[in-house]
């Protein structure tokens, strides 16, 4: 017997404190002129001292339920996306299934960068369809401020804090998730790392004068993956779940940069209401950007019961994902 997979709750936290363009003229040798016109970020939230990333996703996860009107002892597995758990070990997962009283449910984390959402919801949604769970949790939250390095000017400008998540459970046929199509090519891993904190540079003096536990990114690199990694993941997921790019309703794109999102708006010749744009007041949130735009177009009624959305999103690994869904 085969089931259908659906998302049938979202919700998303952020942190109250912004961090603005001109915060970042007073740290580094920047100006909220060029940060505007390469990337389009204007503000960003960040999480205060001692907090964590399954404080932000525990609170997402509460939302996606309440949402759906689920109770948490109804939750059978717990998925946490995230490149910033709370620890090496244990799974942020295993944290936040505490947090919720999900005293039934399995829990582990995925790791797979900023398109940790994609890979989240293509095994939660296949384990619906196969029959193994009912009710699975899928969260991907992020502090990248925790890995950022503020002395540098190339990536500090980019990032923000925050966790989205949804519920996915057994929905009727023709609704839920259409289609998924998810890649990688580690032979880019060097583009987009946290060199030290693993097995390959365990942390030690020398690791923390070299600022090896701060993100490195090779940004004109990343950039131009991302636009072909964009396009390329969303032509097959269109063509998989028998789609046309009229067909979308929603797009929601991962938000690391307006120039990519313009890129892939513009390929698919979709109107400006159709793409949802977060990254001026929240930055690059990792893998957590997906779901809070998400949350946002669900919660403001721009994105409708019976739409096609399609995500999209590329990232660290390098990985990259896209979803075709009929909410
Ligand atoms: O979610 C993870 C995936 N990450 C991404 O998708 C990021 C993809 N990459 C990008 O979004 C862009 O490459 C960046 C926004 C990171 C950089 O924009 P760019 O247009 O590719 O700039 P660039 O790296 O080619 O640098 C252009 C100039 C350089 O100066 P010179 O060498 O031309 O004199 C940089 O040093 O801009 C300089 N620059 C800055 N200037 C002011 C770099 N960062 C800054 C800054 N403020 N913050």
């Known amino acids: ?13 952020l942190p109250t404190r912004i961090l603005t363009n001109a915060d970042f003229e ?6 909220d002129e060029w940060i505007v016109s390469r990337t389009g970020i204007r503000e960003r939230r960040i999480a205060e001292e001692g907090e ?4 932000y996703a525990t609170a997402a996860c509460q939302n996606a339920l309440d949402a759906a009107g689920v109770a948490a002892e109804d939750v059978d597995l717990v998925i946490c996306a995230t490149v910033t758990p709370d620890m090496m070990f ?3 997962a295993c944290l936040i299934q505490d947090r919720l009283g999900a005293t039934h449910a399995a829990a582990f984390d995925l790791s797979a960068a900023c398109s940790g959402f994609m890979y989240g919801v293509t095994v939660g949604s296949g384990l619906i369809e196969s029959g193994v769970y009912k009710n699975v949790l899928v969260v991907a939250g992020d502090l990248l401020s925790r890995i950022t390095d503020y002395e540098d000017r190339s990536t500090c400008v980019l990032f923000g804090d925050g966790a989205g998540a949804v519920l996915l459970s057994r929905v009727e046929e023709g609704r839920g998730v259409l289609a998924s199509d998810l890649g990688s090519d580690g032979s880019g891993a060097k583009y987009l790392l946290q060199p030290a904190g693993g097995s390959r540079m365990p942390a030690s003096v020398e690791s923390v004068e070299q600022r090896q536990h701060y993100l490195k990114m090779e940004g004109r690199e990343t950039f131009k993956f991302a636009v072909k990694a964009m396009a390329s993941s969303t032509e097959r997921v269109l063509e ?11 797009l929601v794109p991962h938000q ?7 890129a892939a708006r513009t390929r698919f010749g979709l109107d400006e209401d159709k793409v949802v744009v977060t990254i001026h007041k929240y930055g690059n949130t990792s893998a957590s950007s997906i779901p809070i735009a998400l949350d ?9 019961p019976g739409d096609v959305i399609v995500m999209v999103g590329f990232g660290g690994g390098l990985t990259w994902g896209a979803l075709a869904v009929r909410l």
């Open 296 to 304: 946002e177009a669900v919660r403001s009624g721009r994105a409708k």
């Open 256 to 262: 690391a940069n307006i120039r990519i999102i313009e």
């Open 26 to 31: 007073k740290m580094v040798d920047t100006n």
């Open 1 to 13: 017997m085969s089931y259908h997979a659906g998302i049938v709750g979202t919700g998303s936290a």
């Open 52 to 55: 964590a990333t399954s404080d």
């Open 90 to 92: 244990p799974a942020t």
């Open 240 to 250: 998989q779940a028998g789609l046309t790019k009229q067909d979308i309703d929603v």
